[in-house]
């Protein structure tokens, strides 16, 4: 008995000690982890971002978080896409860096001023800076360096270069219906030969007073208010803008009334060359964007092509010899 009590304790102790070693692991892993973290950020505090690209144009692109959403600032004043920003914040924020050396030559790295990127983070207290400088000539990385490690090069990965090269309009925001209400209480189509307004009463979607098929018209005006923007054409939209983009005077336009009174009107141009992208005026913002042909095809459903099918047509029956079906035979007990 005595010595199974001694083997049970011995066990114990052995089962203590390695739980003991493996959370000791755990946390010197994670204090390892923490202190290669590029930034010392906390996500939340991060209250506006300045990207440099000697490379691209516009060079600089600026973000200032404004009562929790992202705006673009600089070179325009937008909205911003908030799954860019987030996804670069992600890549930045929770990304370590691989390995580190001294080095007092920073152009030899591309890492001296500017830098071949550079992004400055902003909170309430300060800011923080990360340069990114060439490649490195194996293991397809990059050297960088920060504001908080002077004097240290760094080797991250290439990653970060995909998410600082995105085009500008990929950090706009592309929807045609950004702050307007989800529900729509009218919608009004006018195309070249025709014209018709859909207009919600209760549950119901109806034209001149003819109730449409739900499942054929929820997912048409999902489509219309989910529509989002290929590119952006012009801001601040002059008229010799409107012309050459042909949307003035519209080929066919869509008005859009928010169940709150909200309106918001498309302007439409004539399609082009197959595939090419259709230009839309968004006159309340004065604005030209453009959207996909596909999407611009999938606009203009008629009241026919809405409403509900007709019940299928009876068909009359006859006997083998061609004559109505006779009376069926009563039952028998």
Sequence with gaps: MKRLLVMAGVTGLIFGVYAWLSHSKQVAGQQEAADKQLVDLDKDGITGIELWRRERDPNRIQFANVDGSWQLVHPVTYPAASASVEGL?????????????????????????????????TTAEGSETIWIGKDTPFGGNLYARTSRLPGQVLVVNSNFKFQMERALK??????????????????????????????????NWTIDGQVLDSDKVDPYTDRIRNMMARDFLADGA???????????????????VGADGQVRELLFAAPGKPGAEIPVLVPDRNQIL?????????????????????????????????GPMSEPMPETE
Aim: charged content about 30%.
């Design 89 to 121: 914040m992600n890549q930045v924020l929770d990304k370590a860096w691989e390995s580190s050396f001294e080095s007092t030559e920073l152009g030899k790295f591309d890492l001296a001023e500017e830098g071949r990127f550079r992004i400055r983070w």
């Design 170 to 203: 990929d950090w706009r925001d592309k929807d045609v219906f950004f702050s307007f209400p989800e529900s729509i209480s009218s919608i009004e189509s006018v195309t070249e030969s025709a014209s018709w307004m859909m207009v919600r009463q209760g549950d």
């Design 238 to 256: 002059s008229v010799d803008d409107r012309v050459r983009n042909g949307v003035e005077p519209p080929a066919r336009s869509i008005r859009v």
């Design 290 to 322: 453009s959207i996909s042909r596909y999407v611009y095809d999938s606009l203009w459903k008629t009241p026919a092509e809405l409403a509900p099918d007709p019940p299928p047509a009876e068909t009359a029956t006859t006997d083998i010899e061609g």
